[in-house]
Antibody
Framework: EVQLVESGGGLVQPGGSLRLSCVASGLTLSLYEMNWVRQAPGKGLEWVSYISSDGSGIYYADSVRGRFTISRDDAKNSLYLQANSLRVEDTAIYYC????????WGRGTLVTVSS | EIVLTQSPGTLSLSPGDRVTLSCRASHTIGNTYLAWYQQKPGQAPRLLIYGASTRATGIPDRFTGSGSGTDFSLTISSLEPEDFAVYYCQQYYNSPRTFGQGTNVEI
């Protein structure tokens, strides 16, 4: 069974940092493109970032470019999102998802940015 | 950036109804790189349709995707109680990948 499990969320003050992780089981992460998608409370879905299967292609939403960094460690079957200079508007559930068409999703991890 | 506009915003329907949801793109989406997702409260989204018309694994055939270019639709032929949810379209043709704002299908 394919599982993606996100972790690393929590309460952080504006300007702070968090490192989100997504650990995969039931699949070999190195074969997959990966994404981070977020959802603010009561709002719709927002794509955040993408990394290609070999790590050579990386894209970001304008809202996070320069502040967030996506990376992967295929030896650990893991995906990461380093989120710096966090803003109140970054408060959301952060999901990891496989492939361009987002066919497998984790359950998400909640990031709350508040003073 | 490709902007996706979904309509209507909310639909109030009954089990057994047929429904068609619309997703219009601000620019042509090449190679029909358009997907539909279903999201229920407290759950992660689930992929229903990719490539505009291909059902994902395990998706019932009452869900049908169609369209090309800038106009796409998702049809549910006969609503089951478990189909009441929010539906999103998304383009993965280029970056930034974008979602529509969602259509809430409620009882």
């Amino acid at each position: 069974e394919v599982q993606l499990v996100e972790s690393g969320g929590g309460l952080v003050q504006p300007g702070g940092s968090l490192r989100l992780s997504c650990v995969a089981s039931g699949l070999t992460l190195s074969l997959y493109e990966m994404n981070w998608v977020r959802q603010a409370p009561g709002k719709g879905l927002e794509w955040v970032s993408y990394i290609s299967s070999d790590g050579s292609g990386i894209y970001y939403a304008d809202s996070v470019r320069g502040r967030f960094t996506i990376s992967r460690d295929d030896a650990k079957n893991s995906l990461y999102l380093q989120a710096n200079s966090l803003r109140v508007e970054d408060t959301a559930i952060y999901y990891c998802a496989t492939n361009a068409r987002l066919d497998f999703w984790g359950r998400g991890t909640l990031v709350t940015v508040s003073s | 950036e490709i902007v996706l506009t979904q309509s209507p915003g909310t639909l109030s329907l009954s089990p057994g109804d047929r429904v068609t949801l619309s997703c219009r793109a601000s620019h042509t989406i090449g190679n029909t790189y358009l997907a539909w997702y279903q999201q229920k409260p407290g759950q992660a989204p689930r992929l229903l349709i990719y490539g505009a018309s291909t059902r994902a694994t395990g998706i019932p055939d009452r869900f049908t995707g169609s369209g090309s270019g800038t106009d796409f639709s998702l049809t549910i032929s006969s609503l089951e109680p478990e189909d009441f949810a929010v539906y999103y379209c998304q383009q993965y043709y280029n970056s930034p990948r974008t979602f529509g704002q969602g259509t809430n299908v409620e009882i």
